[in-house]
């Protein structure tokens, strides 16, 4: 009896094992099939899209509806923004979101 219980255990185990390997080796292959790219205007080389990992302070990031915002960035315009924060706040709708007013940067400080 007992030798049967710890034979399903060891089977058991090593069944979970092969699915988790599978499935491990099936996400990576999706993620790198994958390719996350962002709308940027940059200063001389006008609106194109490039890689998320290449984006630098100072570009500008152009959202259209369904995007993922690619970084944290400030709203610098906004027309009918709704944001899905399902992922981080388990809300299953969108919200409107209002842009706040934005003051100029002051002179003189450090960047």
Same mark, same amino acid.
Request: charged share 20%.
């Given at each position: !009896?007992?030798?049967?219980?710890? %034979?399903? !255990?060891? *089977?058991?185990? %090593?069944?979970?094992?092969? @699915?988790?390997?599978?499935?491990? @080796?099936?996400?990576?292959? #999706? /993620?790198? !099939?994958?390719?996350?790219?962002?709308?940027?205007?940059?200063?001389?080389?006008?609106?194109?899209?490039?890689?998320?990992?290449? +984006?630098?302070?100072?570009?500008? *990031?152009? #959202?259209?509806?369904?995007?993922?915002?690619?970084?944290?960035?400030?709203? +610098?315009?906004? $027309?009918? %923004?709704?944001?899905? $924060?399902?992922?981080? +706040?388990?809300?299953?709708?969108?919200?409107?979101? !209002? #842009?706040?007013?934005?003051?100029?940067? /002051?002179?003189?400080?450090?960047?």
């Amino acid at each position: !009896m007992t030798a049967g219980i710890i %034979l399903l !255990m060891v *089977v058991s185990g %090593l069944i979970r094992y092969v @699915h988790d390997s599978r499935s491990s @080796h099936a996400a990576t292959a #999706l /993620a790198t !099939m994958v390719s996350t790219t962002a709308t940027v205007r940059r200063v001389g080389a006008g609106e194109r899209q490039i890689p998320s990992e290449e +984006l630098v302070v100072g570009d500008i *990031v152009t #959202l259209s509806v369904g995007d993922t915002v690619p970084a944290d960035c400030k709203l +610098l315009e906004s $027309r009918d %923004l709704r944001i899905a $924060r399902g992922r981080s +706040l388990a809300k299953a709708c969108p919200c409107a979101r !209002m #842009l706040p007013p934005c003051s100029p940067p /002051a002179t003189g400080t450090p960047r």
